[in-house]
Structure formats: C-alpha cells, structure tokens
C-alpha cells in the first residue's frame, strides 16, 4: 500500500463533494459520500485489508488510512455546510413576504377615557395610602343634603337642579355629587379616614356640548387630627403633578360651598400656555381660553358642621374635602370639544385615546 | 354684582398705584370672583370728542330721505384754520346748539367700521354724529346722542369720559355667603381692606329706636323683624333722571325706570338695602305686615294676578295686599307720573320667607336675591334716609320729619372662641392672635376679650355670615389670601390599597377592552316600552322600574333595570354613521325597585343611630353594576390574512369570559330561552359553588324579531351579566400542586349522542367518569349527517392522562378512557363511534 493512494483517494473524494456542490445536488453529494466513505470506498477496503501486511507495516498504514478518511470526512462536511447555507438562504429568499399588509385582525377595544382616567387619578391617592370608597348612584336625600349642611331651603335641592325618585317626599334622589360618599365613610369607617370616591352623579341638566345629565366626579376626603388647608393645598398640587407633570401648579380661591367652610375652587395653572395666552390675542389659548388658568375643581376644609352629623369630636379632628369633575378633566386635558360625544357611544370616541395617549 | 370702580372709590380711598387689574386680582384672592373687567371705552380706537352743533341745514333727497348738514365745533380738533367741521347727519335728533359726540376720522368704532372723511351727498363729511349703539354702548338707535349738561360740556373734550364709557367696570361673582357684597357699599369695605385703603361708610347713621309718628306700621309676622316708613311730599312728577344716575345704574345692570324708582334701585345698589316706593296717597291706613290668608290675592306690578299662599309674607293696608313683602310691590299703589307723596319703605325681611316667596311665584328680583342672603338690617334707616335727600334734591320733595321705626335690627349672635390660634391651625399658617383680631376688627367684628381666657366674637349686622368658629377661620384667611397658604402632603396612614373587588373589576374592564371591545357610557334612562320591545316577560325583576319623579324627558321616566337598551342605542348610532362592525360594552349599575319604605331624615346635630344609618342604606333601589356587551358586523374583518368572521353568539360568550377569567373563574353554560334572545342561540352563565350553580346573565345572538324592532342589524349579538355577583364568586388565593415529570397520553374518543345532548354535559361525564388520571379535556370536533343517524350528533373529545408518580402505558390510558365513556354512555346515552 503507498503512500500516493492515500493522497490520491483524498484528492478524488474532494473533487467529488466539489462536483456535487458545483451542481448543486444533495444526491450526487450523498452518493460521492457513499462512494468515499461508504464501506465500499477505496480507504475502507484498504483498512480491511491491514491485516494482510506485516505487523511492523500495519500500524503505520492504518494510521494514514485513518488521516485520509478524516480529511474525506472533513471535506464533505464542509461541502455539505456550503450547500446547506445556500438551500437557506434559498430558502428565505423565496419565502420573503410583504410585511406591510394587514395582520391578525382583531377588533380593537378601548376603555371609555372616563374610566381610564378614574383609573390613573385613583392609582395616585392608592401610591399615597388613600383608599378608594363608593357609594350608589340612588341615594338617600339625607346623605346628599342634609348630612353635608345644606338647609332644606337650599336651591340645590329643588327639582329644577336634582333629580328625585318617585314618589318627591321619600327623600331619595340620584345623588348630585359623590359627596354623599364622604357621609357614608365617616358612618362606616374608623378614623383617620383618606378616601377618593369616583362616580357617577346626575342633575337636571338639558344635555348640550358643555352639560351632560349624568357625568362623573372624582371625591376626596381626609379627617384626621389636625389637617387643615396646608394639608389641602398639598394633596392637591402632588395629584396636579402626578397628572400633569412636575410644572403643574394649583391656585386655591376663596369660595362658597355648604359642607366646607373654608371652602375653595381649585384653579391649574395652564398646562398648554402658562399663562403666556393671557392678555396676548396673538397667542390664544384654547384650553384655558387665555384666562391662564383652569377652574378644575371645588375643595375645602371639612365644616365640622358635617362631621358632628357624623357623630365627630370637632375638637379632636379635622378635615379637608375636595371634588372635581371627571369629564370636564377629559375635556382641557384631551382637548374634548363636545360633551355628548362621552354618553353618545360612538366607537371612533374611546378609540382615540388608548394606552398611554390618554 | 357689577361694580362701577368709580362708585367704589367713592367710599373707599385706594392707593394711588392700585390699577384695576391689581384690584380685580385682590378681590378675586378674597373670594369675591371678578367674572370680568370691563372697560367700554376700549373697544373704541381713536377720539370721540363732544361737538357742539352751531348750524344745520336740512337737505331733502331724491330717494325721499333728508340728510343734515352740520356745521360743528370740536375745539382743538376742528380743521386748521377753522372754526368748525362740516359733518353729515341722518338722525332727525340734530339740533343746532345741541352738544353731541363725535368721532373724528381715523377712529375705529368697535363694530370694526373705521371713520373717514368722505364725499357724501354731495359733502365732503369729515367725522361722524353718532348714536349709543354705534359707540357699543348700548342698544339705543333712535337718534344721536345728546349732552344735557350743566355747564356745556367744552367742545373738544374727551366724549367717551363723559359718557361713563372710560368706566371700569367689574362684575363680580359674590357667593352666596356674602351678601353684604351684594352693594357698593360692602364691595368698597372689602377693598379697602384688602388693599389698605380707608373706607368711610356712608350709611354709618345707626337704626332709630322704635317710634311710630310717622305713617302707623304694624309687624304681625316675625318674618318681618324691622320696618322704617319715611315719607316725602311735594315730589315734582316731571323730574327726570339725571344723567350721572342713568349711567350708573346702567353700569350695575339696571334700566332707567323713572326717577323715584331709579332713586330707590340706585340706593338699593350702593347700600344694599332694597327699598321700596309707594304712592303714599294711595296707601289706605295703617300698613300692617303679616302673613297671607289661603285664597288671598294680589295684582303685583307686573300687571299678573297673584293667588297668595299662607306662607307668603305681605305688606298690606286698609285695603288689603299691597306688596309681596321683599319680591315686588302691587299695583294699586305704584308711583305713577301723578304722584307727589311718596312712602319709602326700607325692611328686614327673612331671607327663606323671601327666598319661598319669590321662588313660588317665579319672581327673582334685584329685591329678592338680595333679601335671601340677608341684608344688613342696621342700614335700614340710613338708605330710607338717603333715598329722601335724594327725591329732594333731584325732585323737590320736602321730607317729613315724622318717621316711623317698627321692630328692630335683629341682634347678632356672638360667639365665644377659645382659641385665637384655631384660624393659624385650620389654614396651616402661623397667625399671630393680634393679627386675627386686627382683621376681624376690620371686618367690622366686635372682638372683646373673656369669658376667661377666651374671646367673644359679635360679627357686624351685614355680616349673618359669621355664625361659626370656622366662619372667622376663612374670613381671616380670605383677608390674608390662599395664596399664602403653604403646601404640605399630609401622612395618610399605611392604606390596604385596592379591594378584592375593585381589583376584580379594573382586571374585567381591562381584560374585556383588551380583547377587543370598546367601552360606551351611554344615559342610563329608559322608558317602559323598551322592555316591551326587549320582549322582558312581567315577571323578569327588570320589569321592577324606578321612576324619576322630574325626569329630563318623559319619554324616559325611568332608571335602566337592564344595561342593553342604551347599547343597542349606541349601535343605532354607529349603524347611523357607518360604522357597522361594533364590539361595545358598558360596566355600570341597574336599578331595580327595593325597599320603598320613605326614607329617614335624621336630625344633622347629632350621629344618626344605629339603626337610621342602617336605614339610609337599605332603603334604596338595588342598583347591583351589571357588564354586558353587543356585537354586530364582522369580528374580524376580510384582509389578506384571511376572509372575515362574522359576529356570533360566540363572540358575546367570549366578553363573559374574558372577565370571568380575568377574575379566575370558570364560567357554566347551558342553553336557555330567554327574550330578547334567540330561542336555540342563547347560553345561560353561571358559576358553580360547592356543587351548585350560580347564574349570572346570559349571552347570544339576539332574537331576529327585536333586532328588527330595535332596528339593530341581522345577526346582533348580546350579552350581560350581574359583575358585582361575578366578582363576589371569585376565587383568591389559589393553590399550586406539585409538577408531574412525566409524559402525557393521549387519546381521542368519538361519541355519538343524541342531538339534544349538550357537549359540555358530555363533557362533564367523560371528566368525572374518567378519575384522577385525566389531566384535560377538550372538544374538538362536532358534526352532525347521514354517516351519524337522523337525530344524532358526534362529538370528539381529546383526552389528556398523566399520572403523578410514573409514565402511563397505553393501557392504564385506555382503562381511564373506557371508564369515562362508560359514565358518557350511562348518563347521556353516548355510544363510542365505530
């Protein structure tokens, strides 16, 4: 057996895995394959063959017939990779498709921008420790009147502002404010108390572009020993931030409102202008109008008047109350311009603000 | 309230460096709202000076028209050289020697139109006489404005200062706990303190003790805690209202009336004590104050016949009524253009009597607002007594000394404040009890030191206000500004975040939207009819309404039993916009009638009992918040993807439970006929609870003879469920079993059954035939045809096995899953297809 065999049986095996790739054929490699290092190729035969030569000689020549059928091995493995890339790449070449047409069409769905920011206005108060109290929409008249010190001569209370149950003189109603809720938490729960209440309420109110009948609040109450507008104030200016950025500011007016005393409306500062629109008919400002600032809300502290109603030492603790609404809030801060597109269900109204756009 | 800035700085001296704007903002600080600032006079750009008319020829036209051809002096702005501009006129008003205003060329009015000099009938006009409206002063067009004055006003000087128009004015929005802002008076107290200015009061002459030598009054009625008659005579019927007066009243708001009435709505405006005008000749004998007597009635000034309630409180005389006390006067003793006596009345009326009074006979006032929120009972005499120099000097009246005063100022209720530190505490601002008492003692507070430690409060007669601790607490703060009140976050005490429940329902709104459905918050009125047309039988509890005793629309009286009328509302609307392929769902409560027993009014100074609180609670509607859905169109639309998917009632199955298994419940279903859905396309759901089955709502394809009344589109798929008895079955802390290692087998069966058979029954045999091995099971395929058997359907299950400890062999696979065929076969008669 010489040397040159070897060499030459490597030789042959290379240009047949060649071959067959030159050609492009997986069958012509399996068979150069077989050919070379199937148990008929030549290197086979000449390693069964090892026992005929002299134990001095085997050792040597079975270890070139080893080299030789790991370099054919070799070769046709890196043969076979090649093809294998180029059959990919074949592959994905023909199996390339237009990724820009429609994909898996499901609807989409949408919570009502009402609900979502209900949701985010009440992870606010949750991340500061508050609790997140209810009430239903059906009330007793007590708990949205009385209990809040609103006289029974209150014009609030006439059916030209509220809605009664029938019959009038059973004293219920469809709750005016979630305030009711802030009677309910002080009859229920031990104090301190930090509650928001979101909700429904209703007046009668004509439904038109600014008005709805039924619309949404968003209600906050604290009673603790010795809260006062500071706290208010506060509470306030971190939910502004928390809504509408750090440079949120709040302004507190004094104002009149039965169950609060000192009470406040709540102005924000313009989140859109600044400021800068007021005064200046070349700048103005839609969302504020160009008065700089946006009426957002009513507040104060907690006439004790209210907590003595719910049995309270009005020496011991005190409270502040804040309320705003809801809708009104979608409106400046998502640019809303018609109040009845929120009740009237219209698919292209919710699907607007999805995610984080709201 | 609008307030002429000129008025207030007759009784409040202000810095010389207060600008409007500056005061706007401190009166707005104080609470008192300054809605807007207005100042005529800057709509206009340009001059407007006064004219004096020397000569005017009146120039008949073709067109029938006769225009006049002024000559007028304006002083300095006359033409070089001239002593006069000639100016065309229209208004027949012009008079030679009249005094007018003029605009000059170059002006631009505030309707836009600039002034120039043109050629004009033959002139050339070279500015313009003009009328109230065309200066956006008012309305009037009857003719060019004419200065009466006295002396002449100089021809040249500004007109629109004359005219009041270079006037702030501010227009104020008072809340109703302060009344006493409802006058000049109050307003230029307020910003005198709040702007360190000096205010001098001038209607400081106290209320006379009672006496009655003036026309005799009797008070029957408490409502009427004080009356001062005042009468003048010799009134000259023909004055007329000057001009300083007209403009200010118009300022505030009011019209020109005549001259006594002008002199009492002006005196009301700057005192804030309405009074009121009688023809004293007319009044037969003494006035007495009382109630009214049912069936009684009254012609007011309006000319409107008035049936009278016992509550309402009267002015009355020999002859009857003659006022409704602090709403209107009556007829019969209007002043009239032949009156010389006049008897002013200035009173103390109730403010709810008043606020009844005007409300039942629809009459809100100037009078009337001002009365319910309390007038300051100690200007009474003051203001009658103003109004009787002001008929004298304006109307030659003589006033007769005898007066008479009956009643008298009610006393305010003092007020023992332990603490002067309580308004620092309560605002969160460091007070000193100095400067309390210094801005209380400014608000007219008496402050006098004891009982003891503390200190007594008695609050001025216009402040009825000031009743509570709290009340001084903000009139401190309103005086020092929110705005100095600090920003502090208070520590709530560590919170239990969320409940299980509203977890629950932000999970179901989340999910469902997340599976495609878009939210909608329709009204949630309906009327009776819609039950009807929902085919509700009577006896379904959404028949058990709630009426609204005022509802915006009788057309719908009552609360929603049943969320689907306002979807199927918002689907017409869709439909009616061309958007057809909808996937809605609402989340909101329902009423249906509960406990009807009138409610408790519970007395407010106290905590309400035990049992009261549990009243306020119970007797209400049941209002459980219900989910429910509709579909119409396609679910998925036709793309390249694929063709479309019409809605079915799978897809409203699939809303309910995509919340169930937001909340980790497995929903039951089984076929149900419920209007208004499809008899055979209807699923009832509910949830089992050790062993029984809560149902909760049903969902389906909606039945075609309502989607044909509703004027829904074919096909309309429904459904709704009770959420909050969802959320009140879901399961919390689950539990995690230990993992098998092992393999699963597999095997599929195919059962024949009779077509009446529900799959999900089968199902629930095969499981509870099959024991513990089956891991899961699902159906994979149902038909129904020849091959099966008339009447037959096939069902084909896969069944997963998998045991805990070791590799099952196909054996111990097949055992299992005889023996759930088995309990197939004994309970449904499911036979395993050959």
Not at chain 1, 284 to 305: A, L, Q
Not at chain 2, 51 to 68: A, F, M, S, T
Not at chain 2, 148 to 161: F, I, K, M, Q
Request: hydrophobic share 40%; proline share 6%; glycine share 8%.
């Amino acid at each position: 057996m010489a040397q040159i065999d070897i060499d030459t049986s490597v030789e042959e095996a290379s240009q047949a895995f060649l071959a067959a790739y030159a050609e492009h054929s997986c069958d012509h490699l399996v068979q150069a394959r077989n050919a070379h290092l199937g148990k008929d190729a030549p290197l086979r035969t000449a390693q069964r063959q090892l026992g005929a030569l002299a134990p001095e000689d085997r050792k040597q020549a079975g270890a070139q017939i080893q080299a030789g059928l790991a370099a054919i091995t070799d070769a046709y493995s890196r043969v076979e990779a090649l093809l294998d890339a180029d059959d990919l790449a074949q592959r994905l070449s023909e199996e390339r498709e237009d990724v820009t047409v429609p994909v898996v069409m499901n609807p989409v769905g949408a919570l009502h921008p009402i609900t979502a920011l209900f949701h985010d206005m009440c992870d606010v108060f949750v991340a500061m420790g508050w609790e997140i109290a209810e009430g239903p929409e059906a009330e007793a008249e007590w708990l949205n009147f009385d209990a809040l010190n609103f006289t029974p001569d209150h014009p609030a209370r006439f059916m030209s502002d509220t809605l009664f149950l029938d019959p009038p003189e059973d004293h219920r109603i469809l709750r005016t404010h979630t305030s009711p809720v802030q009677m309910r938490t002080l009859l229920t729960r031990d104090l301190p108390v930090y509650v928001v209440a979101p909700g429904k309420v209703y007046r009668a109110d004509e439904m038109d572009a600014t008005h709805l009948p039924v619309f949404h609040q968003i209600e906050g109450l604290a009673v603790d020993k010795g809260l006062g507008l500071a706290d208010l104030k506060g509470t306030l200016d971190h939910l502004a931030k928390a809504m509408f950025g750090d440079e949120a500011v709040t302004r507190l007016r004094p104002h009149y409102f039965p169950f609060t005393e000192p009470s406040a409306e709540m102005d924000l500062k313009c989140f859109v202008c600044h400021g800068e629109s007021v005064g200046n008919p070349a700048r103005p400002c839609r969302t504020c109008r160009s008065e700089g600032w946006i009426e957002w809300g009513g507040c104060g502290v907690v006439n004790p008047r209210v907590l003595r109603a719910a049995g309270i030492d009005t020496d011991v603790y005190s409270g502040f109350a804040f309320g705003m609404g809801v809708d009104r809030t979608v409106m400046f801060r998502n640019n809303a311009s018609d109040l009845r597109d929120f009740a009237e269900g219209d698919i292209r109204f919710s699907r607007q603000l999805v995610g984080e756009a709201r | 309230m609008k307030a002429p800035l000129s008025w207030l700085t007759e009784f409040a001296q202000l810095s010389q460096d207060m600008t409007p704007a500056a005061l706007a903002n401190a009166f707005t600080e104080a609470g008192l709202q300054v809605e807007t600032m207005d100042d005529p006079s800057a709509a206009i750009k340009g001059l407007v000076v006064v004219g004096h008319v020397l000569d005017v020829v009146e120039e008949p036209q073709k067109n029938g028209k006769v225009i006049r051809w002024c000559q007028v002096d304006v002083g300095e702005h006359n033409p070089e050289g001239q002593s006069s501009r000639g100016i065309v006129c229209g208004a027949p008003n012009v008079e030679a020697g009249a005094f007018v205003p003029v605009v000059l060329p170059g002006t631009v009015l505030p309707s836009g139109f600039e002034i120039a000099s043109r050629k004009t009938y033959g002139h050339i006009s070279d500015g313009m006489i003009c009328a109230e409206d065309e200066l956006g002063l008012g309305d009037d067009h009857e003719g060019i404005i004419v200065f009466h004055r006295d002396p002449d006003p100089t021809p040249g000087e500004d007109a629109l200062a004359l005219l009041g128009a270079r006037e702030v004015v501010f227009d104020i929005d008072v809340t109703p706990d302060e009344g006493h802002c409802l006058s000049i008076r109050g307003l230029a107290r307020e910003a005198a303190q709040i702007t360190g200015g000096v205010f001098a009061d001038p209607y400081a002459t106290p209320v006379p003790a009672p006496v009655s030598v003036g026309h005799p009054v009797v008070l029957d009625s408490a409502d009427c805690a004080l009356f001062v008659a005042l009468t003048v005579t010799g009134v000259d019927p023909t004055a007329t209202t000057p001009e300083w007066m007209t403009r200010r009243l118009k300022a505030a708001g009011m019209r020109s009336v005549t001259l006594p009435v002008d002199i009492t709505n002006y005196v009301m405006l700057e005192s804030g004590q309405p009074l009121h005008a009688y023809d004293a000749a007319c009044v037969a004998g003494p006035i007495r104050v009382r109630k009214a007597t049912q069936g009684e009635s009254l012609t007011t000034l309006d000319h409107v016949k008035r049936t009278l309630s016992s509550e309402d409180l009267l002015i009355t005389d020999d002859s009857g009524p003659i006022g409704l006390a602090g709403v209107m006067g009556g007829l019969t003793t209007e002043v009239t253009e032949t009156t010389t006596q006049i008897l002013l009345e200035a009173a103390w009326f109730h403010p709810v009597s008043v606020g009844r009074t005007y409300r039942r006979h629809r009459l809100a006032s100037e009078a009337s607002r001002r009365f319910e929120r309390g007038v300051d009972a100690g200007v009474a005499y003051a203001a009658a007594r103003r109004a009787a120099e002001l008929l004298r000097d304006l109307a030659g009246a003589q006033i007769v000394d005898d007066i008479t005063v009956a009643g008298a100022v009610p006393t305010m209720p003092s007020l023992v404040m332990d603490d002067l530190a309580l308004p620092g505490r309560i605002l969160g601002l460091e007070v000193a009890p100095e400067r309390v008492i210094s801005i209380l003692e400014a608000s007219g507070v008496e402050v006098t030191p004891g009982p003891g430690s503390a200190t007594t409060l008695t609050p001025p007669t216009w402040r009825r206000d000031l009743i509570d601790p709290y009340d001084y607490v903000e009139e401190v703060g309103r005086k020092i500004g929110f705005s100095a009140i600090a920003s502090r976050v208070p520590a709530a005490p560590v919170g239990g975040g969320y409940t299980q429940a509203q977890k629950g329902r932000r999970a179901v709104l989340n999910a469902v939207a997340a599976a495609g459905f878009v939210e909608v918050i329709p009204l949630p009125f309906i009327c009776a009819e819609d039950l009807d047309r929902l085919e509700v039988d009577e006896a379904d509890p959404a028949r058990r309404l709630v009426r609204i005793a005022n509802p915006l629309s009788e057309a719908q009286p009552f609360l929603r039993t049943t969320l689907l009328p306002g979807l199927f509302g918002c689907v017409n609307r869709n439909t009616s916009r061309s958007m057809e392929d909808l996937a809605l769902f609402e989340c909101g409560s329902v009423f249906r009638a509960g406990d009807e027993t009138p409610q408790v009014m519970p007395d407010v100074s106290v905590r309400p009992t035990g049992e009261q609180i549990d009243q306020l609670f119970t007797r209400l509607p049941d209002q459980p918040r219900h989910l429910a859905g509709v579909l119409s169109g396609d679910w998925r639309v036709a793309s390249g993807h694929g063709p479309s998917e019409p809605v079915t009632w799978r897809h409203a199955v699939h809303l309910a439970e995509t919340a169930a298994s937001a909340l980790g419940v497995h929903l039951r279903r089984r076929s149900a006929e419920k209007l208004p859905w499809h008899p055979g396309r209807c699923a009832e759901l509910g949830v089992e609870v050790d062993g029984d089955v809560v149902w909760l709502g049903w969902a389906g394809e909606v039945h075609p003879r309502v989607c044909q009344t509703w004027d829904l589109p074919a096909r309309t798929c429904a459904v709704e469920i009770d959420l909050d008895a969802l959320i009140a079955l879901a399961p919390s802390n689950g539990v995690i079993h230990p993992l098998s290692k092992h393999p699963a087998t597999k095997q599929d069966v195919a059962l024949v059954v009779d077509e009446s058979v529900a799959a999900a029954d089968v199902l629930d045999a095969l499981r509870d035939g099959a024991g513990p091995l089956l891991e899961s099971i699902s159906l994979f395929d149902q038909f129904a045809g020849a091959q099966i058997g008339e009447g037959k359907k096939s069902l084909a299950y896969s069944l997963v096995f998998r045991g805990e400890d070791r590799t099952l062999t196909e054996a111990d696979a097949t055992t299992a899953r005889d023996a759930a065929v088995a309990e197939a076969g004994r309970r449904w008669g499911a036979v395993m297809r050959a």
